[in-house]
């Protein structure tokens, strides 16, 4: 049974080493070979799930050391393996939306010329996240951590004839670097402090720890959060990372990889509870995140960007829910679960327009396509109705309890964060149905033939001929379908008798708060705010007409625009700052520091000079430098004597 | 009497220089595999050391030889490998036959069209090549202080005519300006060095004096010296000691290279050929941190401690300063003599961090930053010898036409910017940790170079490897045979040693723990430590 | 008559070979002066032989005359071929040693 983990991590790192390294032999068949092995890492997932519903509640802890990886005096890693029902429900959902949208990419990337390589990146992926996901000790959560990062650069970046494609995964691969630095910090941090880096004694001992430490560790672990799961300040990657190919934004940019943020709050769990100052960075993190996300959702034209947004947006209800301990930890799980299936679906079904529309991925360009694309229109308004909380789909019952649970944290805090949330479930109403009308209904704006002097978002994708929408093939909806169903119904099976929060509780910890406000309020306010947001979106893109050239907008769009500044700011401090630091240092490397060991020389040698004029030639002048040397030599010997 | 392992596995290289030296200058090509014979066959004998080698069995030094030989002087022929010189010879004996191989055709453009009998390129370049691993090996192997000495400054000589000689064809400037810049980078790396080393021999000597003084007889042994200290026999005023360090740093310093003693090394690596670039990197520099553990630490542990604050700001700005400066160059070989710049920094932190972490990270970073440098260098190398331009602004897109060149190049830039699951990160964590530990400012510092590694690797790969494809490189080749027989095992070694690094840790660990009691510290105690009830579960 | 008068001769002479070599530019007459001073260091290398009473003096003196008579065959050799080579047994004209 424990060796079966060992095994989930192996079979897709088997599968990307011989993708990778197969040559063009595997190219037919590569694809479906890649697809095979994530499908059999989702069977090897539901064993376990199986073999750990078979134990006892209190009993689902599997756990395995392989091998010591660097054993150096007190300084142990183990390559070593720990299941438990976090780590499981993990497990299921990387490798279950991840065989899907192995087969979506089936269809997706046909006519792309290295398939072969794409499925082996995948592969890659899913082995680091599996990894990430069931390491016993922090170190070899830092190597899937960095794994899924290479991957993410490695898929951002395919299409890498394209500068803007490989800038941004660039970009991705810098900024998670920062994060990065966190948690290796973090990790020296834990080790000076406990010895060890293994989760079991670290969060065995840390209530006997002082809480300066614990908060220094702990935000340290929430900066490595920041640069996964894309939030403020470390959130500016999200956006550019569109410029991967779709499935690949579905999986690593939506369901899984931006989410292990999230996952090691809440693997961390006690060394957070100890730190209360941490805990309040964590929720603020997460509530400008959940805002932030939201107003640059609702400003980009941009199908994938917008839906980026979301994603950062939701991540940061994760985030909150995280930071609020254990009245949160289910519920962000839960609805990291559900996003997992709405914005995977979500994506795919965004992938599938632009499939079917010459990869445009401008909105404005859009209109009208529910009558071209019935499959994802179906799939895709199912994971519109979930991701905005309709009641009884998937969202509404994980958004509705984190936003109780903001409210339970109690006093201001409580209030502003709840608020927030609140607010951030109107803007998501409103974003997610801008997109749905966009898209889907109002005008066919696609058969306006492009102006050459139109300013476009997104020029890169045309081509001059108007597109012909059309259905994706089987390959494709089949996994859209299996999304959606996931999205309509998941929320509501893991709520029939709260068994979500039952599963994890004995990992996680559970308690109910004492909220200020009844859970019917909660939910009732959730879903008013719901109805503004459809309804203000309604009235501006639903019933209007929509100008394919976007207009001008306030102030606040335009800025949404721009990423609320992020970008600006990253170019002006750390590109241009960094460029003149850098073209500064090669001159002081140059002048200075060589310049020194120069002058030395130079001056040597100017000395050398000096003494040449006495080398004339002439015997004469020799003779007398002889003299008069052996002349001071006796008068200095007899000198000595006198004295 | 065993068999003489120590001085076989220096002497086969140096049969093997004479041999392929006095190859007829009609016999290219087979000086060539003969000088490939001998490196293999150092490479088996390095194998063979690495097997009769015995990390358990307490002793600091072992396969031990010691003659006499100048007697009036006390100095003695004696050898003797602990763990980390076990590692390292390891780490020559493997990289000198990519090296060869790489250079496979690198002396071949000096040949004139008739076989001359007194100039014969081809077979000094690799002549030369077998001499300085048989002095870099010697120079591992010295215990005795005038020994090492002595080789620590003869590769200087091959290494001269390496970088003088032999250097990178690939510039589009005019030959003249070239051979100039050349010769220019030659003198400034021996001048550099023989400075350093002179300053060493002072010292020397001055060891030597003031054994002579207290123990009646001079002696260069390092394993009486240190005895002799143990028993109280010997005893250094703190100010002759803290002399004597500085002058044996110095030298080491100036060979690791250390700021702001650096700046001979970007010009020696970017106007040598890839494969002596390597050479200089790889192999020769690593004698300088290695002589750090073994001589600065162990003959004079007071006064290392007393150095160590500011070695280790030194180390840091290496770091920092390597690395925001290989951000900023415009030519690839530079890069990666800046990015080394920055590793070696990385070294020397581990090493004066004085835990074992930190000083078992060093000697492991010696043997994955040699070989990860040498992949990336190498098949750096491969791809200016296509262009024939030096320039990252010359290339662009070669992702499309040579993917093979493009991903290897890819794997070994990301073991430059430690990766986890490749070997460099391994070395990177411990030394981190291991300097954290004690010094939890220069290490949270010292992380910083994660992330601007990261940058210098990826813009080099951004700007060579992908965007749209550049008209001169549409008709580049992709990795030869020969060309990947060289890259996919130093790779493989890369990955094995990422994921398996106890073969490594295992020899190197009794040795640094022996380094560490010499120095008489011990690793901080964590400030939590687990209850038996933990450490039980 | 007081062995010390000898010195002084001795030292006479010296100083005027020593003159003769600084302010002479004929090579030989240069190579004149020079055999003139060793011959000075002969007669007071005799001298302290017979003023301390042994035999060291004298035997340096024979050293001192061998070397003499070598440098004779040497000087004379060179001088003759760089007076055939440049027409002139000027030392001055001879300056090609140097930077």
């Known amino acids: 049974m424990e060796n079966l983990i060992g095994l989930l991590v192996l079979v897709p790192l088997l599968g990307a080493a011989v993708l990778l390294c197969g040559g063009r032999r595997l190219d037919r068949i590569g694809p479906w070979l890649g697809t095979l092995l994530a499908a059999a890492s989702f069977v090897i997932g539901v064993v376990l799930f199986a073999g750990l519903l078979g134990r006892s509640a209190d009993d689902r802890t599997l756990r395995v050391t392989v091998f010591q990886w660097v054993p150096v005096g007190g300084f142990r890693a183990d390559i070593g393996f720990q299941l438990d029902q976090l780590s499981m429900t993990f497990v299921l959902l990387i490798t279950g939306v991840g065989s899907l949208i192995h087969l979506y990419s089936i269809g997706y990337m046909a006519h792309d010329a290295r398939p072969r390589r794409f499925f082996g990146y995948l592969n890659l992926f899913l082995a680091a996240m599996l990894l990430l996901v069931t390491a016993n000790n922090y170190l070899l959560l830092y190597a899937g951590w960095e794994g899924v990062g290479l991957a993410s650069y490695l898929l951002i970046g395919f299409w890498q004839h394209k500068p803007s494609a490989a800038t941004a995964a660039k970009k991705a691969f ?26 079991q004694p670290v969060l065995a001992g840390a209530d006997r720890t002082g809480e300066g430490r614990l908060t220094a560790i702990a935000l340290l672990l929430l900066l490595a959060a920041c640069g996964k799961s894309a939030q403020v300040p470390l959130q ?25 943020g999230v996952y090691l709050i809440t693997r961390s769990g006690p060394l957070f509870e100890g730190a209360p100052d941490a805990q309040l960075a964590v929720v603020t993190v997460g509530a ?8 640059v959702g609702c400003a980009k034209d941009d199908i994938k960007k917008a839906l980026a947004g979301s994603t950062m947006s939701q991540i940061g209800y994760m985030v909150l829910a995280a930071g609020l301990g254990p009245i949160g930890y289910v519920f962000g799980i839960m609805h990291l679960v559900t996003h997992g299936f709405f914005k995977a679906g979500l994506f795919l079904g965004a992938g599938s327009v632009m499939h079917g529309m010459n990869d445009e991925v401008d909105m404005r360009r859009y209109g009208g396509l529910r009558k071209y694309m019935p499959v994802t229109f179906i799939t895709f308004g199912l994971g519109y109705l979930a991701i905005i909380g309709f009641p009884g789909l998937s969202g509404f019952f994980s958004k509705d309890k984190i936003i109780e649970a903001a409210f339970a944290k109690g006093g201001t805090e409580g209030w502003i964060l709840g608020g927030a949330a609140l607010l951030g479930a109107a803007i998501t109403a409103y974003y997610m149905t801008r997109v749905m009308l966009l898209t889907f209904f109002g005008e066919e704006r696609w058969r306006k033939p492009p102006s050459p002097q139109e300013p476009s978002a997104e020029p890169a994708a045309h081509t001059g001929e108007l597109p012909h929408p059309h259905e994706s093939p089987k390959v494709m909806t089949i996994p859209m379908v299996v999304l959606a169903l996931g999205s309509v119904l998941a929320g509501g099976l893991f709520s029939v008798n709260d068994a979500f929060v039952k599963w994890l509780e004995p990992v996680t910890g559970h308690s109910e708060g004492h909220s200020p406000v009844s859970a019917a309020a909660v939910t009732g306010a959730t879903l008013a705010v719901l109805v503004l947001g459809v309804a203000l979106a309604w009235a501006q893109y639903g019933r209007a007409p929509v100008p394919v050239v976007p207009p001008r907008g306030s102030v606040l769009t335009r800025l949404a625009r721009r990423d609320l500044g992020q970008d600006d700011f990253n170019h002006v401090v750390l590109v241009r700052g960094g460029g003149q630091l850098t073209r500064g240092l090669v001159e002081i490397d140059h002048k200075l520091v060589d310049g020194l060991v120069h002058g030395t020389a130079v001056s040597v040698g100017g000395l050398s000079g000096l003494l040449r004029r006495l080398q004339n030639g002439y015997a004469r002048s020799y003779a007398v430098s002889m003299f008069g040397g052996a002349a001071v030599l006796i008068a200095a010997t007899l000198l000595m004597r006198a004295v | 009497m065993s068999f003489p392992l120590l001085t076989a596995t220096a002497a086969i290289p140096a049969v093997g220089a004479v041999a392929t030296a006095a190859m007829p200058a009609a016999r290219r090509s087979a000086a060539k595999w003969l000088a490939l014979a001998f490196a293999l066959a150092t490479l088996g004998l390095a194998a063979a050391q690495l097997v009769r080698f015995d990390p358990g069995s307490g002793r600091a030094f072992q396969l031990t030889e010691s003659h006499a030989w100048i007697a009036d002087f006390g100095v003695r022929y004696q050898l003797g490998v602990d763990g980390i010189a076990v590692a390292l010879i390891g780490l020559t004996a493997v990289l000198v036959p990519f090296v060869i191989l790489a250079g496979w055709h690198d002396a071949d453009v000096l040949e004139g069209a008739e076989p001359n009998r007194r100039w014969r390129p081809t077979q000094g370049f690799f002549a030369l090549i077998l001499l300085v691993e048989a002095m870099v090996v010697m120079a591992f192997e010295a215990t005795d202080v005038f020994l090492f000495y002595l080789f620590f400054e003869a590769m200087l000589v091959p290494m001269y005519f390496l970088i003088g000689g032999f250097g990178d064809r690939a510039g589009q400037r005019p030959e003249q300006e070239a051979a100039d810049r050349r010769s220019h980078a030659a003198v400034k790396f021996l001048l550099y060095n023989l400075a350093g080393g002179l300053i060493m021999l002072a010292a020397v000597i001055g060891l030597y004096a003031v054994t002579a003084g207290q123990l009646g007889h001079g002696t260069f042994s390092l394993t009486e010296i240190v005895q002799a200290r143990a028993a109280g026999r010997l005893q250094l005023a703190t100010t002759t000691e803290r002399a004597l360090f500085l002058g044996f740093f ?47 630490l162990q003959l004079f542990p007071a006064a290392s401690k007393w150095a160590t604050p500011v070695i280790v700001v030194l180390a840091l700005v290496s770091i920092l300063y390597g690395a925001l400066l290989a951000v900023a160059q415009r030519d690839i070989k530079r890069l990666i003599a800046y990015a080394s710049i920055s590793h070696f920094g990385f070294i020397i932190l581990g090493v004066f961090a004085m835990t074992t972490q930190g000083q078992s990270g060093a000697t492991l970073y010696m043997v994955n930053h040699g070989i990860s440098t040498a992949a990336l260098m190498l098949i750096a190398g491969f791809l200016i010898s296509r262009r024939g331009s030096r320039l990252i602004a010359d290339y662009g897109g070669v992702q499309k036409v040579a993917p093979v060149l493009a991903g290897t190049f890819l794997v070994a830039g990301l073991a430059t910017l430690s990766l986890p699951g490749l070997a460099p990160f391994v070395s990177e964590f411990l030394v981190l940790v291991g300097t954290f530990s004690r010094y939890p400012v220069a290490g949270g510092i010292a992380t910083l170079g994660i992330v601007l590694a990261a940058l210098y690797v990826l813009v080099l790969y951004q700007r060579t490897m992908t965007g749209p494809l550049k008209e001169p490189v549409r008709a580049m080749p992709d990795l030869r045979v020969r060309e990947l027989a060289v890259v996919a095992p130093l790779i493989a070694l890369l990955l094995f040693l990422g994921v398996y690094p106890k073969p490594l840790t295992r020899i190197v660990n009794p040795a640094v723990e022996h380094t560490m009691s010499q120095v008489s510290r011990t690793d901080p105690r964590p400030d939590v430590p687990l209850t038996d009830a933990e450490v039980a579960k | 008559m007081n062995p010390v008068n000898y010195l002084y001769l001795s030292a006479l002479l010296f100083t005027i070979g020593g003159v003769g070599v600084l302010i002479r530019r004929n090579a030989i007459v240069v190579f004149m002066c020079v055999e003139l001073m060793l011959n000075a260091c002969n007669l007071a290398f005799v001298t302290f032989s017979r003023m301390h009473g042994n035999l060291d003096g004298q035997i340096f003196a024979f050293f001192t005359m061998m070397v003499a008579a070598a440098e004779v065959v040497i000087g004379l050799a060179i001088i003759v071929s760089v007076f055939r080579a440049r ?12 930077l």
């Open chain 2, 250 to 296: 110095f030298a080491f310093a100036v060979k690791a290279p250390l700021w702001p003693l650096h700046t001979w090394l970007p010009g020696a690596m970017g106007e040598s050929t890839a494969p002596v670039a390597v050479l200089i990197t790889a192999v020769v520099d690593k004698v300088g941190t290695f002589a750090m553990l073994r001589f600065c």
């Open chain 1, 288 to 295: 400008v995140t959940l805002l932030f996300g939201a107003i």
């Open chain 1, 236 to 260: 500016s990657w999200l956006g550019d990372a569109m410029e991967g190919p779709t499935p690949v934004s579905a999986l690593i940019h939506a369901a899984t990889m931006v989410t292990a």
């Open chain 1, 174 to 199: 810098l900024v998670n670097r920062v994060g990065d630095m966190g948690l290796s910090i973090a990790i020296m941090l834990l080790f000076t402090t406990f010895g060890t880096f293994a989760f």
């Open chain 3, 87 to 98: 027409r002139s047994a000027s030392v001055d004209d001879a300056s090609l040693l140097k």
